[in-house]
């Protein structure tokens, strides 16, 4: 086979989750699959992470804008390069393509009710996009992957489509968290040689960073240690904001701000942390609570949509929108030796059951059955 991928934001330098889910899938690809070949398609950037081999050739294609790019650029560079199908990796697609498509859904959330407090131009330009383009793609593609049988049974009850061709294929998590290795000059950058909580901030409001900081504040009035609170994705303005909304401008010294965090760094951040703090209100997925898991250390997750299915039934779930159960279980980590060791194996084994391996293993059947559709 001859297969296209579309990896648009791979070279960019801040990366987020899905840019980090091909990138990682096409590096095991180079490594396992020695009979098909491929043609990636990126745009420019300064962050040159993925470079050509033998059966993987890497296609620059310089465009203004995302939606240009995917709408015009990108099928023109399909039909260039001959592939037999192309794989979109990010939600979207080109809405006029002469090749069989398959699609990776992360989520639907541009479905499902607007939060109106999400300020992000960015963000919003992008839910507007996806509104417009998912509808007119999807009896286009012969197979629509998604991370999560959450989101699986999420996308077959709110689109209606046929279960068959709607997959669900894990995520992993990259083998540098299975390290011990410990690196103090990076952990001080950040923390400034304190004891810490981690917890990705972000804008989005389905991040839940405002209650979460609300649990925070009511932790600090409970705790005889008073762990920092290592806050990475997050400005200084927005938290200005929400502490002096909620009156809790006191909390401010124990707050280790950090806009953003490398992803190489991320290692030796989660092994120092006390617990991780994965209190989202939503996720389709959540690779940082498989890394944290992956890493060694204890994470507080929610109980809602995939958090439960990826962290397991013994993990430590609470409701993130009771603030109080979120301060619970803070509390409880630091104060039961015991519990907080069950945490840390539980993660441990829990995460053993993913990895970028089995991810691209799965994904190259579905290749294979698209493939075998085309030619019968």
Known sequence: MKIGIEAQRIFRKRKHGMDYVVLEELKMLQKIDTVNEYVVFVKPGEDRCLQSTP??????????????????????????????????????????????????????????????????????????????????????????????????????????????RVVRIYNGYNTWFDEREENVEIVNRYSQGKEYFFFFGNTDPKKNTERTLLAYAHYLQQSKKKRSLLLADFSESRLSQLLSKHHIEDIRPYILLNDYIENRHLPFLYRSAFAVLYTSLRESFGIPLLEAMASGTPVITSNTSSMPEIGGDQAALVDPCCVEAITTMMLRLETDDDYYALQRQWGLDRAGLFSWKKTTEELLLIYQQAYNMIHK
């Open 55 to 164: 059966r993987m050739t890497v296609v620059e294609l310089n465009c203004p804008s995302y939606p240009l790019w995917e709408q015009w650029a990108l099928p023109r560079a399909v039909k260039q390069w001959a592939v037999d199908l192309l794989h979109c990796t990010s939600n979207t697609a080109p809405i006029f393509c002469r090749v069989p498509l398959i699609l990776t859904l992360h989520d639907i959330i541009f479905l499902e009710k607007r939060d109106k407090g999400n300020k992000s131009l960015y963000q919003n330009l992008g839910w507007f996009y996806r509104r417009w383009v998912v509808p007119a793609i999807l009896d286009k593609c012969r197979y629509i992957i998604t991370v999560s049988d959450f989101e699986r049974d999420n996308i077959l009850r709110k689109l209606h489509l046929d279960p068959q």
